[in-house]
């Protein structure tokens, strides 16, 4: 049911900003933009449930937390990222879309410095001086 | 060694399913190879804890996580140090928090066997277990809850060792076989009813029961300084004897 619902909001938005676009480009973007914000507030419930379980299975199995909620953090702005390129894209700005997907990758790589900082320290610290 | 190796095992497996999980969720897009990166240098560092833990560095996996925390919390400039020391302090809060657990075990089985010997020294009874309850206070001081003691009441323990001394080794305990506890309670300034067992007790016995219950009662208070309400006294019949 849920899906269906889905897909209608998306059908009626398609079909609205198909009217639009020939007389106001600028409100059929502004639609698109909240039709994905709309079905992606939809979905914050289901997201909450998965989060939890994966906590309660992290707790369970001992690992730290700290390596959930990074992983977690990963998950996120990859598909903000992704959510708003593809919305620039949709408005014909190839150029601005990139440079989201830029930043996107960056600040996953910066999630990894931390890892990459502590390997390193240690490996060096292992060969002999 | 076996609890460690399957810590070790579950964090692993925990972390190959959150890389999957991972995996499914990521939009099919050019994020893919960079989260994958990300992803499996968690892996590594998981899978190498133990060995560099054991190898020189003791606290690989909590520099590691102490590090994450750090970038995470950090703005711009880094104010790094802060969330670092935190986190290691609060690890350090976990470690104390299960040491006083330790220690409060240890006291309880030490407590418990001095005043079994106490009892077995003074009374004929045997004593089957004494169960000692600690509280653990604010400032993590140990005080006693409450004392269980459960004797045997198989009159004396000498008769019975002379009725046993024919075979050599002493008393022969045989298997025990669950039976129901006749709980007496004895509560000094009022007298609960006790439960009577299938073979009903003589008054005589019932009056030396209660005696000794209330002599281990004032040897305890007075030896331990625990407060007679928290003292529990169980008769309990020797199951190796016929109904």
Known sequence: MEMIQIVGIGLIATVLSLVIKEQKPVFAFLLALFTGIIIFLYLIGKIAAIIRVLENLAEQSHINMIFLKTVLKIIGIAYIAEFGAQVIRDAGQESIASKIELAGKILIMVMAIPIITVIIETVIKLLPA | ?243
């Open chain 2, 1 to 243: 060694m076996i609890a460690w190796l399957s810590g070790w095992l579950k964090e692993i497996i925990m972390v190959i399913l959150l890389a999957t999980f991972v995996d499914l969720m990521l939009p099919n897009s050019s994020m893919q190879r960079y989260v994958k990166v990300v992803i499996s240098l968690f892996i590594l560092v998981v899978l190498l804890s133990p060995i560099l833990s054991a190898l020189f560095d003791r606290s690989f996996s909590i520099k590691a996580a102490a590090e994450l925390e750090n970038w995470s919390q950090a703005d711009a400039y880094g104010k790094a140090s802060e969330a670092a020391t935190r986190y290691i302090l609060q690890q350090g809060e976990k470690l104390r928090e299960e040491g006083v657990k330790q220690a409060a075990d240890i006291t309880r089985e030490r407590l418990a066997g001095l005043i079994r010997q106490q009892i077995e020294r003074t009374e004929p009874q045997r004593v089957r277990e004494v169960n000692v309850k600690l509280d653990i206070g604010p400032n993590q001081s140990l005080s006693i809850g409450s004392v269980q003691v459960v004797l045997l009441n198989d009159g004396e323990r000498d008769a019975v060792k002379e009725k046993s001394s024919g075979s050599g080794t002493g008393l022969t305990i045989s298997p025990v076989k669950p039976i129901e506890p006749v709980d007496i309670k004895i509560h000094v300034g009022k007298q609960k009813s006790e439960a009577v067992p299938a073979a009903a007790r003589t008054e005589s016995e019932n009056a030396s029961m209660r005696e000794t219950g209330r002599r281990i009662k004032r040897m305890l208070t007075d030896q331990w300084k625990i407060p007679e309400d928290k003292i529990q006294i169980i008769f309990d019949r020797d199951p190796s004897k016929p109904e």
